[in-house]
């Protein structure tokens, strides 16, 4: 198989499994302390992702002093296909830009409505690259989709 059909073939797998689930875990560091948040989330395209974050929470302070992050989106279950990835996130400032990062999350999780009347800024991770690991299929390890 064709490297570039391998690609694609990661590719969809990815696409499929952000589609599929709405929430992500985020891993930040500041100092020497790593901090887990989960969250609901939207994708544009595989490698551009938006959530928002609690304006004074530990996560966006996190990111502010270290933006670089680890991203896993997965349902929990071990044997369904399950995400992993490193990024950089971008604190999007424009209220614009967080209204739409917004409209986003409801259109792919209701459910946030009443979350989103709490001080919230929006941060939008530009994704390096992917490891999907599908344990039924045989891909252990995952495989790899990087950036273009």
């Known amino acids: ?87 950089d996130a971008v604190i999007l400032t424009g209220g614009e830009e967080t209204e739409e990062v917004k409209q986003a999350l409801l259109r792919k999780a209701p459910q946030i409505d009443s979350m989103l009347d709490y001080p919230l800024e929006a941060v939008r991770f530009k994704v390096r690259s992917w490891r999907v690991t599908d344990v039924p299929n045989g891909w252990i390890p995952g495989k790899e989709l990087v950036a273009p």
């Open 1 to 87: 198989m064709s490297e570039a059909v391998v690609d694609s073939v990661v590719e969809e797998k990815v696409r499929a499994v952000l589609a599929s689930l709405p929430a992500l875990y985020v891993s930040t560091t500041s100092g020497n302390e790593p901090w887990l948040a989960a969250g609901f989330f939207a994708e544009s395209d595989p490698f551009t992702l938006v959530m928002v974050l609690e304006a004074a929470g530990r996560t966006l302070t996190n990111i502010r002093s270290n933006p670089r992050v680890s991203l896993m989106v997965s349902s929990g279950a071990p044997f369904e296909p399950f995400v992993q990835g490193s990024a």
